[in-house]
């Protein structure tokens, strides 16, 4: 029986690694696949899904006026054996609602693979709905560098956890430190400087 995944992690947790191995699963056994993702996401510029170990593929770019399920039935219901969505928090409800429509209608799983929540320890529209709708909700770990599981992720300006501004701001290991709760908000309480990964 076909499931609508969420595959959720904080920032490092190699989400898209995921993603993309589980693509080549797919099509190492000659089945394909529909690999998407928001255009929210520019870091690795457009039609391009790439993880930090160096894994990469294309991808097709969905707009948020986008109809997820109409792209689908229109061009992938015969020859598709999956949808892989990276950065699904950047996705509109409407568009989960669409993709869950996708797995009731036609018996494909859909995997959605993104963050849980923002810098502010606070739920993204796309994920909150999946949240609501999925079947499967899979956490992929990663850890603080105090050792604990990390569920944070902290925005960092000029070496300091930022508390404020727009809930998408597009960054990697240059803007975002993976941290447990207690070091997220011990951090904030002590002004303590934050030192990023891969810095000197």
């Not at 930090?52 to 039935?73: F, H, S, V």
Request: net charge neutral; with cysteine.
């Amino acid at each position: 029986m076909a499931k609508l995944y969420f595959k959720y992690g904080a920032m490092g947790s190699s989400k898209t690694a995921q993603a993309l191995i589980t693509k080549y699963n797919y099509e190492e056994n000659d089945m394909k696949v529909w690999l998407i993702k928001p255009s929210a996401d520019t870091r690795d510029g457009t039609a391009i899904i790439r993880s930090r170990i160096g894994l990469e593929a294309q991808c097709e770019i969905i707009t948020p006026d986008k109809d997820i399920y109409a792209r689908y039935r229109e061009g992938f219901r015969d020859n598709c054996s999956a949808v892989i969505v990276d950065e699904c928090q950047f996705l509109t409800m409407e568009q989960i609602d669409q993709l869950r429509a996708i797995v009731n209608d036609f018996s494909i799983p859909v995997m959605c693979f993104g963050l849980r929540t923002d810098f502010q320890t606070k739920l993204f529209p796309g994920s909150l709905r999946l949240m609501e709708l999925a079947d499967c909700i899979e956490e992929i770990k990663t850890i603080c560098d105090c050792g604990c599981k990390a569920t944070t992720n902290a925005r960092i300006s000029n070496g300091y956890i930022v508390t404020e501004g727009a809930q998408v701001v597009l960054g990697g290991n240059d803007s975002y430190v993976a941290m447990c709760h207690r070091c997220y908000i011990r951090s904030i309480q002590e002004h303590r400087k934050i030192k990023l990964h891969g810095q000197n």
